[in-house]
């Protein structure tokens, strides 16, 4: 198997306080992979060092085999990597087609050509449209799709940012915190998207999530970190025998 | 067990079908509205066009309406970077100079023709506008209006101080000549007008488009536009240049049309504080809003004459006026109910399972 992503030895400090040190993970090419770790691990820190929103002050991020220290978060995109964000954001005043589309914006080609109208967008701008309209019926958003996003109730929006990502038509799909503030029937069905996007799409998915529940029964992998550095690896079987994991993390949970 | 499935997978197939259907119902209602809006835009434009054919304009209200149509593509350019982008700019009188000076120094110097004239103010403006972008836009808010500003003042001292171009004496303009043919006020209305025709549809090209989305995402949430694979800076320059060029055309107009540019008018800071007036005042988001900007910007000090250099105060009084009660512009205003009840139909033909407040007086 192929490494989809790869991080090595990232360290990022903010001031005087380091927030990763010298963290590696990788992410396999067509695997659900997760990310944990107690509040203040790094997690989130991680997560924009890996889409190109953080700077770093050491290490490197490798896509596909490829060095991309150098590359922008719009870059990320275009190489078939879409995130989400931990708290929503999304273009509150516009509707959820055009959320979803605005998603789609590394297919429109030549931004001239695209406001000359030209036959070749025009026929582009066709695609983005249907393909937008398809995402939403795999999220259950076909009815909202002329509804201010803004309107919509938390679990609509966290499903219309998932929409704006799968609309670049991403490869690697990173989901900070998907099902935070969720009820359960709104985390079921997110987490059966998730899975439905991996394995039918065949999208790699790397998601950071507090709700253990749902990253033990959803991720093939996971990535443990604490206190900024790697605590542990494996798949969610090993991560739950771990002892280390047990008393940095998950221990509150045993005695509940 | 087997049955059960089977009902399941239909009920299933009908609701995909029910959702189909609502969806291309939807879609032709959008194609609808668009078809209205497309109908009333050519309304409006046929009256523009037919209009020198009443007798009784001529003359001064003639030139009194090419002024306002300048100033309509003028607030088209700037709209393209406030309302569209979110940028602020109160220094495009830079770009109305720039636009105004390539295309009289053209015509006086090389006898160009009066299309060769506008086409090289575009694109000197957008080119100009390209470059200066670069530096404004790494500066933010505030800062970009002010460094703007700036650039305005700038043109006008290089208007002012080189020779070449003749300082506050100006240059006076011969003939003009349009694929061959000299033009009078008429000929120039008519110029103005397909100008205006050309740019309109351009920039509702622009808005319809992958780019315009771009520019409306930067807007509304710059890290998600970014997290959308939207480079900012390319995008923002973009924005910039378009809008400079379009009020570069405004430019070109203008000075044809007086037939004379002059340090004393295209150095004027109140060039820039007019144009951005109009987009606040008709409003930055409905393509209406330059068109009641303009109009109420270049009539405003007729309908306040008696009280001479006051005039400027009405100005003050009447845009702090729309600030207060409507906030997003005239144009916003009148077609508020419209807008809203479009959206209503388009939400519940879809199918909306929410529950919606109406949105927000603001």
């Known amino acids: 198997m192929t490494d989809h992503l790869r991080c090595e030895g990232i360290t990022v400090k903010f001031g005087g306080v380091v927030a990763c040190d010298n963290i590696s993970l990788n992410v396999e090419t067509g695997k659900i992979v997760g990310l944990i770790g107690p509040n203040g691990a790094g997690k989130t820190t991680l997560f924009n060092v890996l889409t190109r929103f953080q700077p770093y002050v050491a290490g490197s991020v490798f896509h596909n085999g490829n060095n991309v220290d150098e590359l922008r978060p719009h870059d990320m995109v275009h190489r078939g990597l879409a995130r989400t964000f931990q708290n929503i954001n999304l273009f509150r005043e ?27 967008a025009r026929k582009r701008e066709r695609e983005i449209e249907e393909r937008a309209i398809e995402i939403a019926e795999i999220l259950n958003l076909s009815g909202e799709l002329e509804n201010e996003v803004g309107n919509l109730p938390y679990g609509y929006q966290k499903r219309v940012e998932l929409g704006r990502a799968l609309a670049s038509k991403p490869s690697l799909l990173l989901l900070d915190e998907p099902v935070a503030g969720c009820n359960d029937d709104e985390t079921a069905e997110l987490q059966e998207i998730i899975h439905t996007v991996n394995k039918k799409m065949g999208v790699s998915v790397l998601l950071v999530e507090h709700d253990m529940k749902m990253v033990m029964k959803v991720c093939d992998y996971l990535f443990v970190i604490n206190f900024g550095s790697n605590l542990a690896e494996g798949t969610p079987e090993d991560i739950r025998q771990n002892p280390e994991v047990i008393k940095a993390y998950l221990g509150e949970e045993e005695h509940t | 067990m087997s049955i059960n499935n089977n009902q399941n997978t239909d009920i299933q197939a009908n609701q995909n079908e029910e959702t189909r259907a609502r969806i291309s119902t939807v879609k032709n209602l959008k194609r609808r509205f668009v078809r209205n809006d497309v109908l009333a835009m050519v309304l409006l434009f046929g009256l523009m066009l037919i209009a020198p054919l009443f007798p009784s304009v001529k003359g001064w209200m003639l030139s009194q309406a090419s002024l306002v149509i300048i100033y309509i593509i003028a607030a088209l350019g700037v709209m393209v970077l406030v309302g569209f982008t979110g940028l602020v700019s109160v220094g495009h ?19 160009v023709d009066l299309v060769v004239g506008i086409i090289a103010a575009l694109l000197m403006s957008g080119l100009i506008g390209a470059g200066l972008a670069l530096i404004f836009l790494r500066l933010s808010g505030a800062f970009m209006a002010i460094g703007t500003l700036g650039f305005a003042f700038f043109v006008g001292t290089i208007l002012n101080n080189i020779p070449f171009f003749q300082g506050r004496d100006g240059i006076l303009l011969d003939a003009n000549f349009v694929l061959g043919f000299e033009i009078y006020d008429h000929g120039f209305y008519l110029v103005s007008v397909v100008c205006l025709i050309l740019v309109t549809l351009f920039v509702y090209m622009l808005v319809n488009s992958g780019t315009g989305r771009a520019f409306m995402a930067l807007r509304d949430a710059e890290k998600a536009a970014m997290a959308s694979g939207v480079n900012r800076l390319k995008f923002r320059t973009l924005a910039f240049s378009i809008s400079a060029a379009i009020t570069g055309i405004a430019g070109a107009l203008n000075a044809h049309v007086v037939n004379y540019v002059s340090a004393e008018v295209f150095a004027d800071i109140w060039y820039s504080v007019d144009i951005l007036m109009a987009v606040v005042v008709g409003g930055s988001v409905a393509i209406l809003g330059p068109f009641v900007g303009g109009f109420f910007v270049v009539m405003m000090p007729f ?12 100005k003050g009084v009447v845009l702090i006026l729309v600030l207060r009660f409507a906030p997003a512009g005239v144009a916003e205003l009148i077609l508020r109910p419209l807008k809203n009840a479009r959206r209503t139909i388009l939400r519940n033909v879809g199918g909306s399972m929410v529950e919606t407040k109406e949105p927000k007086d603001d």
Do not use: V
């Open chain 2, 303 to 314: 309908y306040f004459e008696q009280l001479a250099d006051f005039s400027f105060i009405m």
């Open chain 1, 94 to 120: 516009q509707t959820t087609l055009r959320n979803i589309m605005t998603g789609g914006h590394s297919l429109i080609g030549n931004p001239i050509k695209a406001m000359c109208w030209t036959p070749d």
């Open chain 2, 93 to 111: 009188g830079g770009f109305l100079a720039i636009g105004a000076y390539t295309s009289a120094l053209l015509t006086l110097h090389l006898g």
